[in-house]
């Protein structure tokens, strides 16, 4: 078949497509959304949530605050708003960090939350200022119980203006580039907290705009972008986003394919930066030779084909993809840290080459990537 943009959809006889069976699985549309709120230390995470459970949105929330105690089995406020009206209840979530908690009890209380559905229609989590978000995001596609009832719909981060390049600087305890792939990779903190939110982020609020200069807010707009070049950023007074819906609620950050790299930039923070390749149309039978390519990228951090004297050693926090396949349906890649999907594209695509989208450690000149990426899939048709 042609290539042609503007070919008419074909039209199916709906009078002989087959009747559907009643479904098993709980149809995609009926899964509650969760937004994951992140940011350091006093970044304006609470501020943001009170702001969003004041606006009118018509969405009923189902808020957890993840609050760092040390007391044991602290309980947890869960706030559910509806028409402005709050009702809040108590919800335990276990003690210590989010990414452990949410692993184990963490996991019980949202699917206890789960039990209760119907009260609400949307979940916002606020994770603690040390929470590193790569550890939390890949649970709604590794736990099937909770995947089925819950996907995830973004990482919001929020960054203080003031303070973030501060944080940024912060000289790294460790100076290994990639460590051990447990995970638990958080408990020897090779980077700052504050690249990790920052490189994990689906939007990014740049609060606080009230305490620095015009100046001072681009630099660190600009060095921001360095380190995530495809994260929307928002600048804000208070957490107040323009609108909340699009920008915090319903990003379909992990669904959609639509991302813009901001470009320049790209040496400004030695830790982390972004980089994208492309690739024209593939065949459908090319897919599997980028799931290996992804699996030696991801899982084992090695780079196919790459220089035999220098080979980059690298970590990847974050990595987005589109497949453009005209004999098949397009594909969308998704990873955080090693785990990734390879999943089928809701509609076509309007792009018409493939790209993939790469955020992490040590990653080096696109170029490199780019040439590994184009021999993988010239020796897939060999
Ligand atoms: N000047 C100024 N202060 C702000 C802004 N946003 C939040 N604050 C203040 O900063 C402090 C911390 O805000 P929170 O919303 O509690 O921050 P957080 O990220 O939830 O903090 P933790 O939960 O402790 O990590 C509060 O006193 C806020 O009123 C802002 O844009 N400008
Ligand atoms: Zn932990």
Same mark, same amino acid.
């Given at each position: 078949m042609l290539e042609d943009d503007d070919a008419p959809p074909e039209l199916v006889d709906v009078s002989t497509l087959p009747v559907e069976q009643d479904a098993v699985e709980e149809p995609a549309q009926s899964r509650v959304p969760i937004t994951i709120v992140t940011g350091y230390l006093g970044a304006g995470k609470t501020t943001l949530l009170n702001y969003i459970l004041t606006e009118k949105h018509g969405k009923k929330i189902a808020v957890i605050m993840n609050e760092f105690g040390d007391s044991t089995d602290i309980e947890k406020p869960l706030t559910v708003n509806q028409d402005g009206q709050e009702v809040t209840e108590w919800m335990e979530v276990g003690n210590g960090c989010i990414c452990c908690s949410v692993k184990d009890t963490g996991v019980m209380a949202l699917e206890s939350l789960m039990?209760?559905?119907?009260?609400?229609d949307y979940i916002l989590l606020e994770t603690t200022g040390l929470a590193d978000p790569g550890n939390i995001a890949p649970i709604f596609w590794m736990d099937e119980s909770l995947g089925s009832s819950i996907y995830l719909d973004g990482i919001v981060t929020l960054v203080d203006a003031k303070n973030i390049s501060k944080l940024l600087d912060e000289p790294s305890p460790e100076e290994t580039v990639h460590d051990d792939h447990?995970?638990?990779?958080?408990? *020897?903190?090779?980077?700052s907290m504050a690249h990790m939110q920052i490189s994990h982020a689906?939007?990014?609020?740049?609060?606080?705009?009230?305490?620095?200069?015009e100046t001072e807010l681009e630099a660190v707009r600009d060095r921001i972008s360095a380190i995530n070049g495809v994260a929307r950023v928002h600048v804000t007074d208070h957490s107040k986003t323009p609108q909340i819906e699009g920008v915090v609620l319903d990003l379909h950050a992990y669904d959609a394919v639509d991302f813009d790299i901001t470009k320049g930039? *790209?040496?400004?923070?030695?830790a982390i930066s972004t980089i994208s390749i492309t690739h024209a149309p593939i065949s459908s039978s090319q897919v599997p030779a980028v799931d290996a390519w992804l699996r030696s990228v991801l899982w084992e951090c090695t780079l196919p084909n790459s220089p035999q004297d220098k080979p980059p050693r690298f970590d990847i926090h974050r990595l987005k993809g589109l497949l453009v396949v005209p004999d098949g349906p397009d594909k969308i890649i998704q990873a955080v840290r090693e785990i990734f999907e390879i999943r089928e594209a809701q509609a076509s695509s309007e792009s018409r080459e493939c790209k993939i989208v790469l955020i992490g450690r040590g990653l080096g000149e696109a170029e490199v990537w780019q040439r590994s990426f184009d021999e993988c899939l010239q020796a897939s048709l060999e």
């Open positions: 039990g209760r559905r119907g009260t609400f447990d995970d638990h990779r958080h408990d *020897s903190p090779t980077l689906d939007v990014i609020i740049l609060n606080k705009a009230d305490l620095v200069s930039h *790209s040496h400004i923070d030695p």
